[in-house]
């Protein structure tokens, strides 16, 4: 299970921090990464982070401003979101997929409901 918190609405230049608390299957190596979409728009790929060694992905308009990080004390993955935009704005899912990492959407098992971001 996942469950996101930390969005909210923040003007142009701000941070926010997404959390992302895992449950279950801990013991387990995973790919979890961070997607977000718009109304009417593709889900878009954000960041990944393999979770047994950190390693980390990110889509080339996040890099330098996002950073994904795990506490694994905590079971929990954060986005750490700077110099946000305008078109930052969306709906933030944390999703987690066993095994391979992957932007495909469409592969990852688990999802958790969403967290909206508004910069204005």
């Known amino acids: 299970q996942l469950v996101e918190s930390g969005g909210g609405s923040v003007e142009a230049g701000g941070s926010l921090r997404l959390s992302c608390a895992a449950s279950?299957?801990?013991?387990?190596?995973?790919?979890i990464a961070w997607f977000r979409q718009t109304p009417g728009k593709a889900r878009e790929g954000v960041a990944i982070i393999y979770t047994r060694d950190s390693s980390t992905i990110y889509a080339d308009s996040m890099k330098g401003r996002f950073t994904i990080s795990q506490d694994n004390a905590k079971n929990t993955l954060y986005l750490q979101m700077n110099s946000l935009k305008p078109e930052d704005t969306a709906m933030y899912y944390c999703?987690?997929?066993?095994?391979?990492?992957?932007?495909?959407?469409?592969?990852?098992?688990?999802w958790g409901q969403g967290t909206q971001v508004t910069v204005s």
């Open positions: 279950g299957h801990a013991d387990s190596a995973y790919c």
């Open positions: 999703a987690a997929v066993r095994g391979a990492c992957t932007w495909n959407s469409a592969l990852y098992n688990y």
